[in-house]
């Protein structure tokens, strides 16, 4: 049975977005049963979770005493277990693998960037001069997705691990109301989030958050 590594509590602004939401949806996609372990924010830089996360973040997976860490990994690793998740020709394949890089290391990034700008530094100066830079940044990407989908459901024909991840980092713009400036882009992300699988994965992670917030001193 795969153990999953979820934070017991998070602020507001991060429920619904933590990573282990990726995993979630991935295992409910390939209808594979797992557990979840929470630990306190406080356990994180344990040696004990050092040893499964190597930079104390979440998510990190174990099953039958194999560990794996980073969300791109764990989900890589339960789609190749599910053709719910990645075909079996190699060609399917790849293209997933390639649409799987893209989601976090070509658009994550100008997303992330964003969001470190909008919600951790709000107010600062160097925030503010470099805001419209990284809307510029994020549009691009955009942008160019959205040519990419065209017409198209889903990035590659049928739903993959490619769109799961894809649409998790567009949800990570939800402080913003840039996807909603493009329309097939905003349909595709709620194409995927509407799943039943991704609906489940939410849910499950907000209700772990439930009476588990910090009593203050
Ligand atoms: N690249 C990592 C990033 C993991 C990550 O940023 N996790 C966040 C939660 S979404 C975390 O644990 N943050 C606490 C910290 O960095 O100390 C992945 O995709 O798994």
């Given at each position: 049975?795969?153990?999953?590594?979820?934070?017991?509590?998070?602020?507001?602004?991060?429920?619904?977005?933590?990573?282990d939401?990726?995993?979630?949806?991935?295992?409910?996609e390939a209808a594979i049963p797992y557990e979840v372990r929470l630990i306190g924010l406080e356990e994180k830089t344990s040696p004990n979770y050092l040893a499964l996360q190597p930079f104390g973040q979440v998510p990190a997976i174990e099953e039958n005493g194999a560990k794996l860490f980073e969300s791109g990994a764990i989900v890589l690793d339960i789609a190749r277990r599910s053709q719910a998740l990645m075909p079996r020709d190699p060609g399917g394949r790849g293209r997933t693998e390639a649409w799987m890089f893209a989601a976090l290391n070509s658009v994550e990034p100008a997303v992330a960037s964003l969001g470190e700008i909008d919600i951790f530094a709000a107010g600062q100066a160097w925030a503010t001069q470099r805001h419209p830079a990284a809307v510029e940044a994020v549009n691009l990407k955009l942008g160019r997705l959205q040519d990419w989908l065209g017409d198209r459901d889903f990035l590659e024909g049928a739903f993959s691990a490619g769109d799961l991840l894809m649409a998790t980092v567009l949800r990570d713009l939800g402080h913003t109301d840039i996807v909603e400036q493009y329309p097939r882009l905003m349909a595709y992300r709620d194409r995927c989030i509407a799943?039943?699988?991704?609906k489940k994965a939410l849910a499950d992670q907000l209700q772990s958050f439930e009476g588990h917030a910090p009593v203050a001193a």
């Amino acid at each position: 049975m795969i153990t999953l590594y979820a934070y017991r509590w998070v602020p507001d602004f991060a429920q619904g977005h933590v990573r282990d939401l990726r995993v979630r949806w991935a295992l409910e996609e390939a209808a594979i049963p797992y557990e979840v372990r929470l630990i306190g924010l406080e356990e994180k830089t344990s040696p004990n979770y050092l040893a499964l996360q190597p930079f104390g973040q979440v998510p990190a997976i174990e099953e039958n005493g194999a560990k794996l860490f980073e969300s791109g990994a764990i989900v890589l690793d339960i789609a190749r277990r599910s053709q719910a998740l990645m075909p079996r020709d190699p060609g399917g394949r790849g293209r997933t693998e390639a649409w799987m890089f893209a989601a976090l290391n070509s658009v994550e990034p100008a997303v992330a960037s964003l969001g470190e700008i909008d919600i951790f530094a709000a107010g600062q100066a160097w925030a503010t001069q470099r805001h419209p830079a990284a809307v510029e940044a994020v549009n691009l990407k955009l942008g160019r997705l959205q040519d990419w989908l065209g017409d198209r459901d889903f990035l590659e024909g049928a739903f993959s691990a490619g769109d799961l991840l894809m649409a998790t980092v567009l949800r990570d713009l939800g402080h913003t109301d840039i996807v909603e400036q493009y329309p097939r882009l905003m349909a595709y992300r709620d194409r995927c989030i509407a799943r039943p699988a991704f609906k489940k994965a939410l849910a499950d992670q907000l209700q772990s958050f439930e009476g588990h917030a910090p009593v203050a001193a």
